[in-house]
């Protein structure tokens, strides 16, 4: 009885198919996310594609979307270049599609059309969305307040060893122009795909643990695609940054756009060649600032010595300036009292002729000491003569 | 000739000499010298005056020398 009411499962699926079909025979723009992907080897792509209602955290939509090949081949340049990434786990999209059932399959979404501007957009909101939590949690100025270390010598490097990235910084930095010496040692981690925060994260607490055998941290990658720098987004990776106890200097390639992993850091440079010219400035800087300092001084000392010398000349010349004085002044009274001498002596008298009378051996001046009949004595320049006064007269 | 010491600086020989010449001056100038002692005083003064020209000549040369050679 029933069984003769019954129809078969395949014309109960075509019933689907052709109701649904019916109703749902334009295309639809629809967006969503991305939670699984698969690149077939002849060129479809199948997708899951999920949804979840505003406010809830588990997915309330879940459905299978196919690009097929000939299409994909169409699409996905373009999605490429104007994203600078591929299709991927977690990318919100917005896709053109129509609604097919296949009674041994089930519901699809056949993709006819992707706008890679959505992505774009969503992936800056992501962005803007990590910088405006960044902010509010105060994290986003966290590491640019700590203190650089005047001369930064011990460098720890998180970076692939591979990287021409990594090797660039280190040719830079050990073959800088000064001379400089630095302590570097290298932390590996990806620095490219969904590994890579988790990755960088796990080497910047290997060097935590360590910070007080470094001065800073730089975190070095050469160019990329920008879907290969896409991790310097992540939030978790710029809340570690931000966080930092040392200095984070990023030195990741790139053209345009800044990314939030730079935002947070101490200081952010274009390349990691940038990163080492950064490091070996505060060094020549240092030593500018030293040699300057070495100028002054010898200058300082070279004027304060001619200071002196000019004192010192000064000081001679008063010594011999004193001196010359002081002999003048000492021939000067040699030279009178040689003259008094010479105008004093009587015996000089003597010779011009004069005599001098002396009575009892005294010099005799005037005749009132003198009577008639005495014995006098007069004293010529080569001899004397007792004379016996006849006469005195006075004048 | 008394002994004159010969030191640098305030030299207390030349300084000697110098207060000897005055006081034989002093003694030549008085009439009550006798003329026994004139001429040994004025000798001896005399002396000393060249003695002091020469003293003082060899204290010039020094200090040409020394301002010289700095």
Redesign the interface.
């Known amino acids: 009885m029933r069984a003769e009411r019954s129809i078969t499962l395949l014309e109960l699926q075509e019933e689907i198919k052709s109701s649904i079909e019916a109703r749902l025979e334009r295309s639809y723009w629809i967006r969503g996310e991305i939670s699984e992907i698969k690149y077939q080897s002849t060129g479809h792509c199948y997708m899951d594609l999920v949804d979840r209602r505003e406010g809830e955290n588990g997915i309330s939509a879940r459905a299978q979307a196919i690009v097929w090949s000939s299409v994909f081949r169409m699409l996905r340049p373009y999605f490429e270049t104007t994203t600078g990434q591929e299709l991927s786990r977690g990318m919100q999209i917005l896709v053109q599609v129509q609604v097919q059932y296949s009674p041994l399959y089930g519901l699809s979404l056949v993709v006819s059309d992707i706008d890679p501007a959505f992505t774009v957009g969503e992936q800056e909101l992501q962005r803007q969305q990590t910088i405006k939590r960044l902010r509010e949690e105060g994290m986003f100025d966290m590491n640019s307040t700590l203190e650089l270390a005047l001369l930064p010598r011990r460098v720890a490097i998180i970076s692939s060893v591979q990287a021409a990235g990594y090797r660039d910084f280190m040719k830079h930095l050990t073959n800088n122009e000064y001379g400089f010496t630095f302590q570097t040692e290298l932390f590996q981690a990806a620095m490219q795909g969904t590994t890579a925060p988790a990755e960088i994260i796990s080497a910047m607490d290997s060097v935590a643990a360590r910070s007080g055998e470094f001065d800073m941290l730089v975190i070095a990658r050469g160019g990329g695609s920008v879907q290969d720098l896409i991790c310097f987004d992540d939030y978790e990776l710029a809340a570690n940054i931000a966080q930092f106890p040392l200095p984070v200097i990023t030195g990741i390639g790139h053209d345009h756009d800044i990314h939030v992993a730079d935002m947070v850091a101490h200081t952010m440079v274009k390349t990691p060649t940038a990163a080492a010219d950064f490091i070996i400035e505060l060094f020549a800087r240092e030593e500018q600032q030293l040699l300057y300092l070495l100028q002054r001084l010898r200058m300082t000392v070279q004027a304060r010595i001619s200071d002196e010398n000019t004192r010192i000349e000064m000081l001679k010349r008063d010594i011999f300036k004193g001196v010359s004085d002081k002999f003048r002044i000492a021939e000067h009274r040699l030279e009178l009292l040689q003259q008094r001498l010479r105008s004093a002596n009587p015996l000089s008298i003597l010779e011009k002729g004069y005599s001098v009378t002396l009575c009892d051996g005294k010099r005799i001046s005037s005749v009132a000491d003198i009577r008639e009949g005495m014995i006098v004595r007069v004293v010529l320049s080569d001899g004397a003569l007792d004379c016996k006064v006849e006469n005195r007269t006075e004048l | 000739m008394k002994k004159i010491k010969d030191t640098a600086g305030e030299d207390p020989g030349y300084r000697e000499a ?1 207060q000897e ?2 006081k ?2 002093a003694k ?2 008085d ?2 010298t ?3 002692e ?2 040994k005083d ?1 000798k001896r ?2 002396e000393l ?1 060249e003695y ?2 020469k003293q ?1 000549r060899n ?2 040369d020094e ?1 040409d020398k020394i ?1 010289q050679n ?1």
Do not use: M
């Open positions: 110098l010449i005055e034989l001056l030549i100038e009439p009550e006798s003329f026994d004139l001429s004025v003064a005399t005056v002091c020209r003082l204290y010039k200090i301002s700095n």
